[in-house]
C-alpha cells in the first residue's frame, strides 16, 4: 500500500548482536474500532497501560527535540517520519 512508507531497518543493540528494528510510517492512519485495534484482537502479555495522544506535527517535533520520547526507538522512528514528510512536502 502506498500508506506505508519503509523509513529503514537498523540495529538495535549493535555490540551485544542484538537485534534490528524495521520502521515505518502509516499514513492515513484511523483506528478499526473504538480505543484502537480491530475487533479479534487478543492481546497477550504486554498490560502496561498506555494513553494514545493526538498532537499537533509542530508538537511532535518540539517533543523529539525536548527528549520526552524516553525509548530511543519511538524517537528514531518518529524522527525519521518527520524528516520523511518535510521531504515529500
Known amino acids: 500500500s502506498d500508506n506505508w512508507v519503509f523509513l529503514g531497518r537498523y540495529r538495535t543493540a549493535a ?3 542484538g537485534g534490528f528494528i524495521y520502521t ?3 499514513k492515513n492512519a484511523i483506528p478499526l474500532v473504538p480505543k484502537g485495534g480491530s475487533v479479534g484482537f487478543v492481546p497477550t502479555g504486554d498490560d502496561e497501560a498506555q494513553k494514545i495522544l493526538h498532537l499537533p506535527v509542530d ?3 518540539k517533543s523529539v527535540l ?3 520520547f524516553q525509548e530511543v526507538k519511538w524517537a528514531a522512528t518518529i524522527a525519521n517520519s518527520l524528516l520523511h514528510m518535510k521531504s515529500v512536502a
Open 66 to 68: 525536548e527528549g520526552e
Open 15 to 17: 555490540n551485544r548482536g
Open 24 to 26: 515505518y510510517l502509516l
Open 59 to 61: 508538537q511532535v517535533l
